[in-house]
Each structure stands twice: as C-alpha cells, then as structure tokens.
C-alpha cells in the first residue's frame, strides 16, 4: 500500500474576523479547594493568561479557599505555578501587581463560622478594591463538598447578588468542576441541590476540553465554511469515530479512580461533548440557549445503548514509552481485584433525519498506546469505481476520504483524498491536506481554561453544562453502568500498557467490516 503522502495548507493571508475584546466587570473569584493541583496548575496560570492579555478588569481579586493554614506562602505558590505555566517572564511588570491581588482564606468546608468570616472578607475586598458585589465562585473541590459548599453559600447569603443601584446591576456566579454526580439518579439530586440556592443561569458546569480551541473550532470548522455541510450526513458518511486515549496511567488517584472509570471520567462528560458539536444541528444563534438546545437533541435522539454494543477493558503490566509500567491492580490504592474499567468503547447511532443508520464508535482509555484525543468522519466510497486493474479489481490505493479534527496534542485538521501516482499506470495514493493550529497561528500557552473563566465572569454560558444536557448524557451512561456491575469481568486485565485497548474492542468494528483507524 503506497505510503500517505502529506500536504500541508498554508493560512491565507487575510485579515481575521474578530470579535470586539470583552472585558468583565469589577469582581472577585473565590477558589473552593485551592490548595489542590488545578488552581496551581491551571486556574491561576489562565486567569493571569487573561490579564497578559488586558482581558482582565483592573478591580479584580482572587481568594484562595482551602483547609490547610497556607496564608503566608498561598501568593507564592501560585506566581510559582503561573511561571510554570508557560507564556510568563518573571521580569513581567504586571505579574508582581496581580500577586498582590491574591489572598487566601483558611476554613473547614463545614464550618459555618468560616463563611461568616469569608463573607466579610470578601465584603472588606469590595470595599477597599471597588469589585462592586461581583463574585465569581468556583468549586474546584472533591465531589463530595460540593452540597456542602452550595448550602452554606445560601445559608450566609452569598448566593444572591446584592440590590442593583444605579449603574450597576451586580451578579454572583458559581462554577462547578466535574464529575457532576455519579449516575443519573444523583446528578439529578446535585442539581436539585444547587437550584435550590442558585438560579440556573447563575450556574456554570465546567468541562475544561469545551475550553480547548479545537474543540471550539469544531463549529466554525462546520457553520464558519459552505462546502461541508451538504456532505456532512448519511448520504456521504460512512461511520464517526471519536477517540480519546492517554498513555498515562491514573496518576496516584486510585480512590478517585475506583468510583470512577473510563465511562464516568471520561465518555459521559469529555466525548459526548465532542460528540454532540459533531452531530448537532446549525443553532439558531451562537447564544448560549440556543447552542445547548441543539447539543441536547443530540443526545436524546441516540437510541439506548445495548450492553452487546459496548466493550471495557482493564489495563495490566505492559511498556509505554520504553519504560515498563504496572497494570492498574498493582497502582498505589487499588483493590487487587479491582473490577474499575480503564478502558471502554461504544457503539451507538443518532436516530434523527440526518444521521440515521450512521454508527458512531467511541473509545478512551488509560495506558493506551499514545496520547490523542482525534475526531474521524470516514466518507463511503464512490458509488462506481471507475479506476480498476487488468482483472476489474478497484486500483491500488484507493481509500475511503477522511476528516480527522485532532483535539490534543499537535491540533489541527486533515483531509485525506485520493490522487494519482506518476507514471504511466493508474496508481492511486492516499495523500493529507494538513492544517496545523500550531504553523498557522503559533505555539500557545493556554491551556483551555482561559475562555471558560472569562465567559464565566461575563456570564456567558454556550460552553458550560445545563442540567437538561448533564440529565440527558447521564440518561444514555447510567443503564451502561448497571448493566456491567451485574455482570463482573473475569478477564481482568484483558490489555497491555501500551497497546490500543482489548481484542473485543477491535471485534466491535470488525462485525461491520469496518476497523479503528491507526493513530
């Protein structure tokens, strides 16, 4: 088979059209559970990301809220970990101003004194600061806090902003970090919970790869362009694959980990999103409510996934990267019996006019033989095969075409076509039409959560999670999951570190004649 050959698009040199900057009122954000590895690592590495980018407003703070006493070295670490974040010189005049900006509050998440005192904290900020009652609450905090954490909020009324006066109407706004429940039955009572004390437009349920601008790029890639959309359905495609795979293990999170698994952590939340971007209808609008209506007839219009349709695997001893890696019964707090998938694949089908009798096939793990998380929409082949051989065989090299739209790492968009070999034969080879995000507009050091939390504090939610939407993906995962726990895996683990995943995910595609494509 002739090797697939590469041809890379140059960016047309036009002007971009942009949008005007957006800069949020005056306000506070205050960081449940802040001393944990996100706030470091990512939350305040983005949100200095926006103010290198003067996307910030002047009169803005940032409390850190944890249980550990970390008052006189909470600043510190964070200007530690916005340095580590990429994109920063240490000598920037700016980053000593917002150091100055950050303070932290050391409270149990159950004390009601401490939200007293929290309470007039943040009121002596607005005071001194000028952040107007603004606050921007963020839960980056184990699930189990969560309700907690919402009650108390209510109870010492930090959940309703406080009276408009004139010029100013101000807000409070709550974002709530995955997972959201753990099945159907208790992301319905979480969201009960938090309505009881926030209106639904006060709520933003985070999934940080919504953040990502490929994952974004999706709808511009569809609705920004007029050649894809006639193509883009059943008449033309063949099948959807959807792929998200980590060759890191799960990183001393093993309680975290055996609640959780493969479906949970990663197909509910992260793939279904993909999924819907993917599949959706044009909206309306680019308006919040409008994006997410389209997102949930998506996932209402998928038909109950059968058992005989799904594939989990679990990860043994195996070499990634060269290095010899334990399997995920020997990882640190892990039952040695563990019955936690690290790995599943679906196969599921949209029962709706565009999409009907088109499988989607989704897979992701952990341990897998690389990092990527890529989105492949594989074409039908022509209806009549002109080119052949002597014997009337299809000619050498013809494939099906392919859109790949890779989310991490190396993000960009290929297309895969067919062309002619030179010589004086009918040779066909595959070649790629390569966009790459990183030759077109530079390396960049965001990190996904910049949008998110800049959409947050303007209270735009398009890329946040409604309840309608987490009920509906809960709805398709949660008889998955009861399905699996009454009937226990006796081949665990049934996959190398390092491979692509069990046998009987590879046999799910093969029943159709079809097969993974090699990433």
Request: one cysteine or more.
């Amino acid at each position: 088979m002739p090797t697939t050959e590469e041809l890379h698009v140059t960016p047309v040199a036009a002007p971009a059209t942009l949008q005007p900057e957006r800069i949020p009122d005056p306000c506070v954000v205050i960081i449940f559970g802040a001393s944990g590895d996100l706030t470091k690592r990512k939350l305040l590495p983005a949100l200095y990301h926006l103010e290198q980018a003067g996307l910030l407003p002047e009169k803005i703070s940032v409390v850190g809220v944890a249980r550990r006493p970390l008052r006189d070295s909470f600043a510190g670490d964070m200007k530690e970990g916005i340095l580590a974040g990429g994109g920063v010189d240490a000598n920037d005049p700016k980053l000593a101003p917002f150091i100055d900006r950050i303070q932290y509050h050391a409270m149990n998440f159950d004390d009601p004194a401490g939200y007293d005192a929290l309470n007039q904290l943040l009121t002596g900020i607005d005071k001194q600061s000028g952040t107007c009652g603004n606050r921007l609450f963020y839960l980056a905090t184990a699930p189990e806090y969560f309700s907690d954490i919402i009650n108390f909020l209510g109870e010492h009324g930090m959940s309703k902003p406080c009276e408009a006066t004139e010029g100013r109407t101000p807000w409070v706004r709550v974002i709530i970090e995955k997972p959201f429940g753990h099945d159907l039955e208790s992301a319905r009572a979480l969201n009960d919970e938090v309505n009881k004390v926030f209106d639904e437009d006060q709520i933003f349920r985070i999934d940080h790869y919504l953040g990502k601008e490929t994952v974004q790029n999706i709808l511009v890639f569809r609705f920004a362009n007029g050649i894809f959309e006639n193509s883009w359905n059943r008449n033309y495609i063949d099948h959807v694959e959807i792929t998200a795979a980590e060759s890191i293990g799960i990183e001393g999170r093993g309680p975290f980990y055996e609640t959780a698994g493969a479906l949970r952590d990663v197909v509910q939340n992260h793939v279904m999103e993909l999924l819907s971007f993917v599949a959706m209808e044009p909206p309306v609008s680019f308006e919040a409510a409008a994006v997410r209506a389209e997102k949930v007839k998506v996932w209402k219009a998928i038909t109950p996934i059968h058992p005989a349709d799904t594939v989990r695997g679990q990860y043994g001893p195996g070499t990634v990267d060269g290095q010899h890696v334990v399997g995920y019964r020997q990882e640190d707090r892990v039952h040695p019996r563990s019955q936690t998938e690290t790995y599943a694949a679906l196969r599921l089908e949209i029962e709706n006019w565009r999409w009907a009798g088109v499988p989607f096939y989704i897979r992701a793990g952990k341990r897998l033989a690389k990092r990527v998380t890529e989105i492949t929409i594989q074409f039908k082949l022509p209806p009549l095969l002109l080119f052949k051989d002597r014997e009337g065989a299809a000619a050498e090299g013809i494939q099906p075409n392919l859109i790949s739209m890779r989310i991490q790492p190396d993000e960009g968009i290929s297309l895969r076509f067919g062309a002619k070999v030179p010589g004086a034969g009918m040779k066909i080879s595959p070649v790629n039409m390569d966009f790459s995000y990183a030759g077109a507009f530079g390396k960049s050091s965001a990190n996904g959560y910049e949008r998110l939390l800049l959409d947050a504090m303007l209270g735009d939610a398009t890329l946040f999670a409604h309840r309608d939407g987490v009920e509906a993906t809960w709805a398709l995962i949660t008889p998955i999951l009861q399905a699996w726990a009454k009937d226990p895996v006796k081949d665990f683990p049934n996959y190398a570190a390092g491979t692509w995943g069990p046998p009987a995910a590879d046999a799910l595609l093969e029943s159709e004649n079809r097969k993974w494509r090699k990433l």
